[in-house]
């Protein structure tokens, strides 16, 4: 049986067309960046807790997807109330070390939060790069 993808218009996520850019090209993008080496997984959420794009990660999780948003949402505004506190800039950036080296970034696109799984044994530098690289291009491909 042939796979066939559902695209829902939401108001914060382009319907198909529209200056060049189209649904499918956040999903293109997305498969670039798993291109990395190290990168297992990766989703976009809104900073309202919504799942936009989740078909790359691992089927392994211990969450669903949309307890995952919501984790990471929370996990996020938490972290920017800290920084608030601090006197200190907006994050753009949380890099979130495991016990077993393996990391979760979780980058700030405006509306939205890229959010990157990667393995224990990957450069974090080479990821942080290739991530700030794309983050632009992945944010035009979701604004209306």
Do not use: Y
């Not at 066939?4 to 914060?12: D, H, K, V």
């Not at 080496?37 to 919504?50: E, H, L, N, P, Q």
């Not at 200190?88 to 950036?93: A, C, H, S, T």
């Not at 970034?105 to 991530?131: M, N, P, S, W, Y």
Request: charged share 30%; hydrophobic share 45%; aromatic share 6%.
């Amino acid at each position: 049986m042939g796979k066939f993808f559902i695209f829902i218009r939401l108001p914060w996520k382009r319907p198909f067309g529209g200056e060049g850019t189209t649904a499918l090209d956040t999903q293109d993008l997305l498969r670039d960046l798993m291109r990395v080496d190290g990168v297992r997984g990766c989703a976009i959420i809104c900073k309202d807790g919504f799942v936009v794009e989740k078909d790359l990660l691992p089927k392994n999780l211990q969450a669903d997807s949309d307890e995952l948003a919501v984790l990471v949402t929370t996990f996020h505004g938490m972290a920017r109330k800290i920084v608030s506190k601090m006197g200190m800039p907006e994050i753009d950036l949380l890099n979130l070390e495991c016990p077993d080296g393996s990391h979760i970034l979780i980058q700030d696109l405006g509306g939205t939060l890229l959010v990157v799984l990667a393995d224990k044994d990957a450069t974090i530098g080479k990821i942080r790069f290739e991530v700030k690289r794309r983050k632009g291009r992945i944010a035009e491909s979701l604004e209306m």
